[in-house]
Nanobody
Framework: QLVESGGGLVQAGGSMRLSCVAS????????MAWFRQTPGKERDEREF????????????YYRDSVKGRFTISRDNAKSTVYLQMNSLKPEDTAVYFC?????????????????????WGQGTQVTVSS
């Protein structure tokens, strides 16, 4: 089970940190990711935002439009993954979802495909005003 928190309303240029708490004893081994679904888009149009590999590798991956602005991190002791979002833009407005493929996959093209993810959080709304 994945539970997100930290969404809300922020002005353009502002910052926000999302958190996702996971249940289960294998959290540290699994790749974790953030996706977002923008207004008017369907579930199968969710955009990959960022991913972080399990503790064996800890590599991070980002979509191009958030590189340098967003940072994904994890605290395995707390079974929590974070998404620090800086320099937010109105186009970042979306429902953000935490997801896990329940594996330690690190192949980027696969990571960007929402279909490989098994567990999803309920989503948290992020609204960036201009």
């Amino acid at each position: 089970q994945l539970v997100e928190s930290g969404g809300g309303l922020v002005q353009a240029g502002g910052s926000m940190r999302l958190s996702c708490v996971a249940s289960g004893r294998t959290f540290s081994m699994y790749t974790m990711a953030w996706f977002r679904q923008t207004p008017g888009k369907e579930r199968d149009e969710r955009e990959f935002v960022a991913a972080i590999a399990g503790s064996r590798f800890n590599n991070t991956y980002y979509r191009d439009s958030v590189k340098g602005r967003f940072t994904i991190s994890r605290d395995n002791a707390k079974s929590t993954v974070y998404l620090q979002m800086n320099s937010l833009k109105p186009e970042d407005t979306a429902v953000y979802f935490c997801a896990s493929p329940n594996s330690g996959i690190t192949h980027l093209p696969s990571l960007m495909n929402w279909k490989i993810y098994v567990d999803w959080g309920q989503g948290t709304q992020v609204t960036v005003s201009s």
